[in-house]
T-cell receptor, first 117, second 116 residues
Framework: EAGVTQFPSHSVIEKGQTVTLRCDPI?????LYWYRRVMGKEIKFLLH????????ESGMPNNRFLAERTGGTYSTLKVQPAELEDSGVYFC???????????????FGPGTRLLVL | DAKTTQPPSMDCAEGRAANLPCNHS???????VYWYRQIHSQGPQYIIH???NNETNEMASLIITEDRKSSTLILPHATLRDTAVYYC?????????????????FGQGTILTVHP
């Protein structure tokens, strides 16, 4: 079974440009999460999809970030316009549907390394 | 979710057991203890989790104290490839409208260095 995949693995863009990151979760996983680590900081939660619905977007830093998951399969995270402080590693994770009282493990992708110059 | 405290770094000799401690004194009854690790610049890798009983899988063992305020991750025979940052995370099930909130809150973790 394929794991979580992310594309691209690396992206170097200039300040003010737009970048779109893609995440393909493990097949059949309803839950999809985005996290990021900026330089020298801890890994931080960004948002959580359940199928195509945003369940929790409390970690999104500002309105320059837009996440979508049309059809409930893969997800994209767009940064527009990118700023220097957006540089970091963006991770995606997925997990199975969670039912009452049963927690499901999140499995992470390899991440996308974004550098904004 | 409850906050965790881990030592910033630990060393271990190859072939020996690595015992990584974690304090989570404010853990509540429905919160699980999860362990992940991040090797170099890869994505976090799931290791093991538990609620109150000790757990073992092919990667590690998890020992949770009876009061659940602390736990220890045990890598029984550490290898050089186990060098990584290890994260202890406490995660609870919170429901709203029948759907759980599952975000993981990462701390600084413990940098484990396994040396020959």
């Amino acid at each position: 079974e394929a794991g979580v995949t992310q594309f691209p693995s690396h992206s170097v863009i200039e300040k003010g440009q737009t970048v779109t990151l893609r995440c393909d979760p493990i097949s059949g996983h309803d839950n999809l999460y985005w996290y990021r680590r900026v330089m020298g900081k801890e890994i931080k939660f960004l948002l959580h999809f359940v199928k195509e619905s945003k369940q929790d977007e409390s970690g999104m830093p500002n309105n320059r970030f837009l996440a979508e998951r049309t059809g409930g399969t893969y997800s994209t995270l767009k940064v527009q316009p990118a700023e220097l402080e957006d540089s970091g590693v963006y991770f995606c994770a997925s997990s199975q549907e969670e039912q009452a009282g049963v927690m499901k493990t999140q499995y992470f992708g390899p991440g996308t390394r974004l550098l904004v110059l | 979710d409850a906050k965790t405290t881990q030592p910033p770094s630990m060393d271990c000799a190859e072939g020996r057991a690595a015992n990584l401690p974690c304090n989570h004194s404010t853990i509540s009854g429905n919160e699980y203890v999860y362990w992940y690790r991040q090797i170099h610049s890869q994505g976090p890798q799931y290791i093991i989790h538990g609620l109150k009983n000790n757990e073992t899988n092919e990667m590690a063992s998890l020992i949770i104290t009876e009061d659940r305020k602390s736990s220890t991750l045990i890598l029984p025979h550490a290898t050089l490839r186990d060098t990584a940052v290890y994260y202890c995370i406490v995660r609870g099930l919170t429901f709203a409208g029948g759907t759980s909130y599952g975000k993981l809150t990462f701390g600084q973790g413990t940098i484990l260095t396994v040396h020959p």
